[in-house]
């Protein structure tokens, strides 16, 4: 009778497992941040400080999360109808037993902004001695996740594009109105001491599947819970008959 039991949970769970469960995706998308000179790599190292190159990629990472560019995702996404953005959560039990986020009221950039900030599903990092930026997204839908990396990436270089065109065209009135050019082509190069192009955009990184954890975990505890009470039972019969 036990082992009928640990069957019929056992067919009973597995499904509701791998229904309610979905695997994450990782994806990445990265942004170049390229020298100006080869020199600039160790400008300040061996002094022990950060140089201006490190500085600058430290500071397009907290652009890349400001409120400007995830106005820009946000806006671009907002007709995608993406189930991120959406109040239905994801899988059987979370369907089921879940509080979504009332319809209608989702703010498309509160809902990034959150994913970056709290829930830290939205990372942007930039590597040591690197010259990537990255930006990463662990999502239940890969195609989702690959769309907001690329609007995070296309929003950022937007920005960054229209930024170098307005300090080109600063410094070129600098060198019309200033005869010393020399020096003002090296008081622009210490401000911005890299060019910034795309080094690819968002591909899948990396899977995490717990599923099968997880239904290796019920097996073993079911089987566990049948040896346990097959034990009682048996334990309870000879009492019995002890008792009679």
């Known amino acids: 009778m036990t082992v009928v039991l640990m069957g019929l949970l056992l067919l009973c769970a597995i499904p509701i497992v ?8 990782s994806v990445t998308g ?15 190292e061996n002094r022990g400080a950060i140089s201006d190159y490190e500085r600058f990629k430290n500071t397009q990472v907290e652009m890349i999360t400001a409120n400007s560019v995830v106005q820009r995702v946000a ?57 990537l930026i990255k930006i990463t997204m662990q999502d239940k839908d890969p195609r989702e996740a690959m769309m907001i990396v690329d609007a995070f990436i296309t929003a950022y270089m937007e920005i960054e594009v229209a930024r170098a065109l307005e300090d080109r ?4 009135k600098l060198l019309e109105a200033q005869p010393d050019t020399l020096q003002t082509q090296k008081d622009g190069n210490r401000h911005r001491p890299a060019s910034i192009s795309v080094a690819y955009y968002a591909k899948i990184a990396a899977i995490r599947d717990n599923r099968v954890k997880y239904t290796i975990g019920m097996v073993v505890g079911v ?7 097959a034990t009682l039972g048996k334990a309870n019969r000879r009492s019995s008959k002890s008792a009679s």
Not at 223 to 229: F, H, K, Q, R, Y
């Open 30 to 44: 990265a942004i170049k941040v390229a020298p100006v000179s080869s020199d600039i790599l160790a400008e300040e």
């Open 18 to 25: 791998w229904l309610s469960l979905k695997p994450v995706y």
């Open 169 to 172: 065209n600063q410094q070129s």
């Open 75 to 131: 806006d671009a996404l907002v007709d995608r109808k993406l189930s991120f953005f959406q109040a239905e959560p994801y899988g059987l039990l979370a369907r089921l037993f879940g509080a979504p986020r009332e319809k209608g009221r989702v703010d498309p950039a509160a809902v990034l902004k959150r994913a970056i900030v709290a829930d830290k599903s939205i990372m942007v990092t930039a590597g040591h001695r690197s010259e």
């Open 223 to 229: 089987i566990a819970c049948g040896m346990v009470l």
